[in-house]
Nanobody, 125 residues
Framework: QVQLVESGGGLVQAGGSLRLSCAASVRTFDNYAMGWFRQAPGKEREFVAVISRNGDWITYRDSVKGRFTISRDNAKNTVYLQMNDLKPEDTAVYYC??????????????????WGQGTQVTVSS
C-alpha cells in the first residue's frame, strides 16, 4: 500500500508561483512513475505532467508547457510540481498519483494505482 500526501497549494494572484510537493510512504519509490492531475469544479480530472521512475522521461499537457516543471527526489520519496506564471484557468484541486505498471507513466488516470487526497490551488485574476 502506498500513501501519497500533497502539500503546497494555496491562493495566489495571476502571474504568481506555487510549488506542490507529494510525499510517498513507500520503500521502493523509484518503482513508480509519478503523475500530477487536476480537477476543476464541474470538470473531469485532467492530466498535468508525468515523470518516469528515474526522472529521465517527462511530459506535460500543452497548456502548462514552459510554465510548470515536474521533478522528483527518489532519496526523499517526493515528487514536485513547480508552477510559474499561474493563470486563473489553473485553478483546481491538484492530485499526485503513482503508477507501478508503466516505467514512464501515462496521461490516463486509469493506469495509476494510488492517489493522494489533493491540494487546492486557486489563482485570482
Amino acid at each position: 500500500q502506498v500513501q501519497l500526501v500533497e502539500s503546497g497549494g494555496g491562493l495566489v494572484q495571476a502571474g504568481g508561483s506555487l510549488r506542490l510537493s507529494c510525499a510517498a510512504s513507500v520503500r521502493t519509490f523509484d518503482n513508480y512513475a509519478m503523475g500530477w492531475f487536476r480537477q476543476a469544479p464541474g470538470k473531469e480530472r485532467e492530466f498535468v505532467a508525468v515523470i518516469s521512475r528515474n526522472g529521465d522521461w517527462i511530459t506535460y499537457r500543452d497548456s502548462v508547457k514552459g510554465r510548470f516543471t515536474i521533478s522528483r527526489d527518489n532519496a526523499k520519496n517526493t515528487v514536485y510540481l513547480q508552477m510559474n506564471d499561474l493563470k486563473p484557468e489553473d485553478t483546481a484541486v491538484y492530485y499526485c498519483a503513482a503508477d507501478y505498471r508503466l516505467y514512464s507513466g501515462s496521461r490516463y488516470p486509469s493506469t495509476y494505482d494510488y492517489w493522494g487526497q489533493g491540494t487546492q490551488v486557486t489563482v485570482s485574476s
